[in-house]
């Protein structure tokens, strides 16, 4: 199909992704938070006991005078115990408690995380609003004239149904092409075209503007003059072709191109009698590989032959 037109939801795509990327990094952050509230706490260090209360130790020196091996004093039964006495047990030290989070490295990564997520979010909506480099265009596209028809000669206005300028993943989008003709007697010759566009939840565009299922869309404009614009006459039958280039009238800006352009086939003849003066007239567009009728209602199709 063709290039793609400037759709809002297309446009918003960068920022909805950025802000999920930022509603997970706060929720990454809170459960970090969470996790470091609820480890627990490390053991306070054990305290080393505190030394007894000072006694005498005559009554120990004289049973166990210096130089003597101490043994463990007599019970009265008059025996000694001849194996040697047990060594102490060692002292257990407590073990070291689980080490805490760091909840400060933890958050830097996530901030640098962030940082990162932002700029790169940043840098794909910058280059989806920055415009595309201006494509070669054909010879056909060639600037119209200058010089204006001076209005004599055959005039025809026409407006067709629907068609297709792109297809999105939901929807389409639909134009409603209207093209004004003019050849005059020194054989200028100049089509002015005018796409009204809407945005439609649907797979073909509707037949006729205003479906409650569109939104109205930026209106395109285009002109085309020889050598670009071509046109055989045959009676009151006209064919006309040619590429059109297409341009966007913001308010109060000059005009803005789109870098788009369409392939465009029309044929038109006039539907009532052969007097002078506007006629009604019926035609057909060929839209690329689209074909597409005047309308029924609405807009009137007209031709007008001064003799």
Known sequence: MLTAM????????PWIALGAVLGALL??????????LRS????????????????????????????????????GDGWVPLAPSAPPAPREEPAPGPTG????????GLAVGALLLVGTAAALAAAQRSPAAAPDKPAATAAPSSASPSG???VARLAFDGVVLEEHAVGITAAYPELELTVDDEGRELARLRLPAANCLALAAPPEPG??????????????AAP??????????????GRFATYRRP??????????????????????????????????????DQRAGTREDGAPSVLRADG
Request: hydrophobic share 40%.
């Open 152 to 154: 004599d000669g055959v």
């Open 27 to 36: 929720l990454l952050a809170a459960g970090a938070i969470v996790l470091r």
């Open 211 to 224: 479906d409650p299922g569109c939104r109205a869309a930026r209106t395109e404009y285009a002109e085309l």
């Open 40 to 75: 627990p706490a490390p053991p306070e260090p054990a305290t080393p006991p505190t030394p007894d209360e000072p006694r005498d130790d005559l009554a120990d020196f004289l049973a166990h005078p210096p130089g003597t091996r101490g043994v463990p004093a007599d019970d």
């Open 251 to 288: 308010p109060g800006a000059p005009a803005e191109p789109t870098r788009r352009t369409y392939e465009v086939s029309v044929t038109v003849a006039a539907a009532g009698g052969e007097d002078a003066g506007w006629r009604p007239a019926e035609g057909e567009l060929r839209w690329e």
């Open 228 to 241: 670009g614009l071509r046109v055989d006459r045959d009676g009151d039958r006209l064919a006309v072709s």
């Open 6 to 13: 400037d759709v809002p939801a297309v446009a918003a795509g």
């Open 101 to 108: 989070a760091r909840p400060v490295g933890v958050l830097a």
